[in-house]
Antibody, heavy 124, light 109 residues
Framework: QVQLVQSGAEVKKPGASVKVSCKAS????????MHWVRQAPGQGLEWMGW????????NYAQKFQGWVTMTRDTSISTAYMELSRLRSDDTAVYYC?????????????????WGQGTLVTVSS | EIVLTQSPGTLSLSPGERATLSCRAS???????LAWYQQKPGQAPRLLIY???SRATGIPDRFSGSGSGTDFTLTISRLEPEDFAVYYC??????????FGQGTKLEIK
């Protein structure tokens, strides 16, 4: 079955970077965009950006431009999200989620499935 | 940026009742670009509806989506105990590409 498995929880100090991985299985990794979404404790969902695993092309939410980097390794069907210059308000659960649409995003799009989430705690 | 406002913030109902959740957009949204998710405590969100009215794979037919323009609705025809959760709407636009509503908590009365 289609599955996304994320790396484990991280504790980082302010100013550090974190890199979260998302390993895909059960489908053609390069066929579907991968999105990253975060959720601060007790808060709603915030879309961070997507990566096209086929081309490596990315589209980041303006808020995260210059601050987030999304990459992939097609040989191991894994996507990565790296967030730099961490602050305490970056404490959140970070999710990867596959787009519903083959080869693109937008029309009739949705995020399915989702990874289990990775808790990133930023604390001095 | 298109802002999605969900109402009510909290909805208290009993199993067997009908639930109607609203999602209003600050600008017109194409129906093809509207999705709904369910999230239970400690779990990742689950896609329920895409394209405003199409059920995702494995979603029971008691869940239905409707609407167009700026007003969209998620209806749960007869609530089951497992339906009590937080629900989010999401839209795909131009900048930023994806935004979520703030969520509606559906709780047991």
């Amino acid at each position: 079955q289609v599955q996304l498995v994320q790396s484990g929880a991280e504790v980082k100090k302010p100013g550090a970077s974190v890199k979260v991985s998302c390993k895909a299985s059960g489908y053609t990794f390069t066929g579907y965009y991968m999105h990253w979404v975060r959720q601060a404790p007790g808060q709603g969902l915030e879309w961070m950006g997507w990566i096209n695993p086929n081309s490596g092309g990315t589209n980041y939410a303006q808020k995260f431009q210059g601050w987030v980097t999304m990459t992939r390794d097609t040989s191991i069907s894994t996507a990565y999200m790296e967030l730099s210059r961490l602050r305490s308000d970056d404490t959140a659960v970070y999710y990867c989620a596959r787009d519903l649409v083959f080869g693109g995003t937008g029309t009739n799009s949705g995020f399915d499935p989702w990874g289990q989430g990775t808790l990133v705690t930023v604390s001095s | 940026e298109i802002v999605l406002t969900q109402s009510p913030g909290t909805l208290s109902l009993s199993p067997g009742e009908r639930a109607t959740l609203s999602c209003r957009a600050s600008q017109s949204v194409s129906s093809s670009y509207l999705a709904w998710y369910q999230q239970k405590p400690g779990q990742a969100p689950r896609l329920l509806i895409y394209g405003a009215s199409s059920r995702a794979t494995g979603i029971p037919d008691r869940f239905s989506g409707s609407g167009s323009g700026t007003d969209f609705t998620l209806t749960i025809s007869r609530l089951e105990p497992e339906d009590f959760a937080v629900y989010y709407c999401q839209q795909y636009g131009s900048s930023p590409p994806f935004t979520f509503g703030q969520g509606t908590k559906l709780e047991i009365k």
